[in-house]
Nanobody
Framework: QVQLVESGGGLVQAGGSLRLSCAAS????????MGWFRQAPGKERELVAT????????YYADSVKGRFTISRDNARNTVYLQMNSLKPEDTAVYYC???????????????????WGQGTQVTVSS
């Protein structure tokens, strides 16, 4: 099992940046593909970005491509989401999640993620 704790959310003006972190417990972090999701009020939880176990491949939703960067540090059991050029429509609760996966495989299906953090609020003002 793995426990996930997000941090780094907050209030930022449009055009600004935030860096989210997700710290994982346990010694098996590198056995999980990781993902960042977000959920805005009244909307479904949506995939933002995913990263393979080794960090060698990533995927981004079209809405964040070119603005957000997902990365991981397996030595520190941490996954990051660098968010630049933030827009008001990026306002949501952001969750990190872990999915058991084969090395080198991206996991895009939300149902595959078995472990979730508690979420961190990101609010972008116009």
């Amino acid at each position: 099992q793995v426990q996930l704790v997000e941090s780094g959310g907050g209030l930022v003006q449009a055009g600004g940046s935030l860096r989210l972190s997700c710290a994982a417990s346990g010694r098996t972090f590198s056995t999980y593909a990781m993902g960042w999701f977000r959920q805005a009020p009244g909307k479904e939880r949506e995939l933002v970005a995913t990263i393979t176990r080794g960090g060698d491949n990533t995927y981004y939703a079209d809405s964040v491509k070119g603005r957000f960067t997902i990365s991981r540090d397996n030595a520190r059991n941490t996954v990051y989401l660098q968010m630049n050029s933030l827009k008001p429509e990026d306002t949501a609760v952001y969750y990190c999640a872990a999915a058991g996966a084969i090395w080198g495989v991206l996991v895009g299906n939300r149902e595959r993620y078995g472990y979730w953090g508690q979420g961190t609020q990101v609010t972008v003002s116009s």
